[in-house]
């Protein structure tokens, strides 16, 4: 256990809707960022946030959006979910220092039909 | 420009023989290197990271890789295959220079391991 959690672990979802991802992160770790992994592949690095700003965005459009909370909790949010947004989103926690490990939840499973 | 390449997608060995999962990466600055563990409908698990110290680099359930400079490669092995490593491995690059320390992650590797 990596002390990361996510919420909900199963999703499904209409196309055209929207959702919210949460993830609690790891005691004492105060950034917080977002991957998306297709089904057989590696995954993709959304966006990062630390100390409740993002401060690094992968390449994936405005309707992914995201939040993080003074305790350092985070949100991912995807407006107009379409079929290719079905995927597992990690989230994973680590501190502000540079080249240390990141620490990744369980993941939540999001099936847009 | 930064990516890593794991060379198969896909490994299979016999219980009790050793594993070698391979990983390339380009950097144009100096990298840290992770390998992470995934099972099956499980998150990912830290195995061993690389960080500028000691080239060969211990992990966790007897797991090593090493850091080649010069062929750019940071290879994972273990001597002997258990049921239990069946998952999926990557390979994961940051850069020092790298604002955000985002993680460039490898295609993966699929390890299966036979009876």
């Known amino acids: 256990e990596t002390g990361v959690t996510q919420s909900p672990t199963h999703l499904i979802k209409t196309r055209g809707q929207q959702v919210t991802l949460r993830c609690s992160s790891q005691?004492?770790?105060?950034?917080v960022s977002w991957y998306q992994q297709a089904l057989g592949q590696g995954p993709q690095f959304i966006f990062q946030?630390?100390?409740?700003?993002?401060?690094g965005r992968g390449n994936f459009p405005p309707r992914f959006s995201g939040l993080q909370f003074p305790n350092y909790s985070s949100e991912l949010n995807v407006n107009a979910l379409e079929l290719d947004d079905s995927a597992l989103y990690l989230c994973?926690?680590?501190?502000?220092?540079?080249?240390?490990?990141?620490?990744f939840g369980q993941g939540t499973r999001l099936t847009v039909v | 420009a930064q990516s890593v390449t794991q060379l198969d997608s896909h490994v299979s060995v016999s219980e009790g023989t050793p594993v070698l999962l391979r990983c390339n990466y380009s950097?144009?600055?100096?990298?840290?290197l992770f390998w992470y563990v995934q099972h099956p409908n499980k998150g990912l698990q830290l195995l061993l990271k690389?960080?500028?110290?000691?080239?060969l680099v211990k992990g966790i359930n007897g797991f090593e890789a090493e850091f080649k400079k010069s062929e750019t490669s940071f290879h994972l092995t273990k001597p002997s295959a258990h049921m239990s490593d069946a998952a999926e491995y990557f390979c994961v690059v940051t850069l020092s220079r790298d604002n955000f320390n985002k993680f460039y992650f490898g295609s993966g590797t699929k390890l299966n391991v036979k009876p």
């Open positions: 994973a926690s680590k501190t502000g220092t540079m080249n240390t490990e990141a620490f």
């Open positions: 946030y630390y100390r409740e700003e993002e401060n």
């Open positions: 950097s144009s600055y100096s990298p840290s």
């Open positions: 005691s004492g770790h105060n950034t």
């Open positions: 690389y960080t500028s110290a000691a080239t």
